[in-house]
């Protein structure tokens, strides 16, 4: 079955840096779109950013130019590099991957498996 497991998360001061990784198994990586997202205390899911099948990204406004999303076909691992931390991107990060045809790569619903997260905690 399909598995996503994340790992790389922890703290950092703010500006700082962290890299995400999500090791996924269970069907051919590269084949599905993939997308990072996050939940903050006391707030709903939100997207970071995704990436489809054939390299085509889009991230989310609060992230644009600040995090980048890689994946690593051979090593079947998706990366989120994220710099320029803030407090504000303080959340649990979860990786997700096989969209629904014709949905958006930054939609929750769009998406059918996903990992267990893991944390970031980003001070000022």
């Excluded at 994340?6 to 990586?29: D, H, I, K, N, P």
């Excluded at 051979?74 to 320029?84: A, E, V």
Aim: proline share 2%.
């Amino acid at each position: 079955q399909v598995q996503l497991v994340e790992s790389g998360g922890g703290s950092a001061q703010a500006g700082g840096s962290l890299r995400l990784s999500c090791a996924v198994s269970g069907y051919t990586f590269g084949t599905e779109s993939l997308a990072w997202f996050r939940q903050a205390p006391g707030k709903e899911r939100e997207a970071v950013v995704g990436i489809a099948k054939y390299g085509e990204t889009a991230y989310a406004d609060a992230v644009e130019g600040r995090f980048s999303i890689s994946r690593d076909n051979p090593k079947n691992t998706l990366y989120l590099q994220m710099n320029s931390l803030k407090p504000e991107d303080t959340a649990i990060y979860y990786c997700a991957s096989h969209r629904v045809h014709g949905r958006s790569l930054l939609e929750e619903s769009s998406f059918l498996f996903w990992g267990q997260g893991t944390q970031v905690t980003v001070s000022s």
